[in-house]
């Protein structure tokens, strides 16, 4: 099935990009480094370049093309020279599985918007009803509670504890490990002013 390679919900809009964005990408995550890397695996040192930056785009451009991984950046309507988030879907697995895990990333100055929840909602809304799959997970860090709080609101349900899932900067850290099934998704505002669930 062929899927789109862009979409719009009331304030936002997602797109795979393509190298050409190489500057914007890179622009987005020196501006965001500091907190960025406090939950990554270490960079390599030509990360923050923007060859590198196009490199990745053109790979991650060619994976959505295959439907192996998709990444959407996110914009404001309107401004489509600033990125104010991203929203990954990788380790897809198909057959008896179909299944992926998914990772996001927003930028500081935007957070306290609802940007995270309207935008993480429609690219899962894509995933199961375009890509076909049934099940998302999402790992997060037990100190992350913008995080936790975030995927609860959304119909994530924690499933347990990965025990030194990943090495964080020479440390094995444990993760949660959320799910959330196709038609679990919660209803939502696509303005992100519902005022029960804590806006990221």
């Excluded at 890397?37 to 923050?48: A, K, L, N, S």
């Excluded at 060619?62 to 192996?68: C, T, W, Y």
């Amino acid at each position: 099935m062929k899927m789109n390679m862009a979409y719009q919900t009331q304030r936002l809009e997602l797109k795979i990009l393509t190298e050409a964005a190489a500057d914007m990408v890179l622009q987005f995550y020196l501006d965001n480094q500091e907190v960025f890397e406090e939950y990554e695996t270490d960079r390599p040192q030509q990360f923050y370049t923007e060859p590198f930056q196009r490199m990745l785009l053109q790979c991650e451009y060619n994976l959505a093309v295959k439907q192996s991984a998709f990444r959407f950046w996110v914009h404001e309507q309107g401004r489509p020279d600033k990125i104010v988030g991203t929203i990954s879907f990788h380790d897809i697995k198909r057959g008896f599985y179909q299944s992926c895990e998914m990772g996001y990333k927003f930028d500081v100055k935007y957070w306290g918007r609802g940007y995270a929840r309207e935008s993480i909602s429609k690219s899962i809304q894509v995933m199961f009803e375009e890509v076909k799959l049934h099940r998302i997970e999402a790992y997060v860090l037990p100190g992350n509670m913008l995080s936790q709080r975030l995927l609860k609101g959304m119909g994530f349900q924690l499933e347990g504890i990965k025990k030194q899932n990943v090495k964080l900067h020479g440390v094995w850290k444990d993760h949660e490990l959320y799910a959330l099934l196709a038609g679990g998704l919660l209803t939502h505002s696509d303005n992100g002013t519902n005022n029960q669930i804590p806006l990221c």
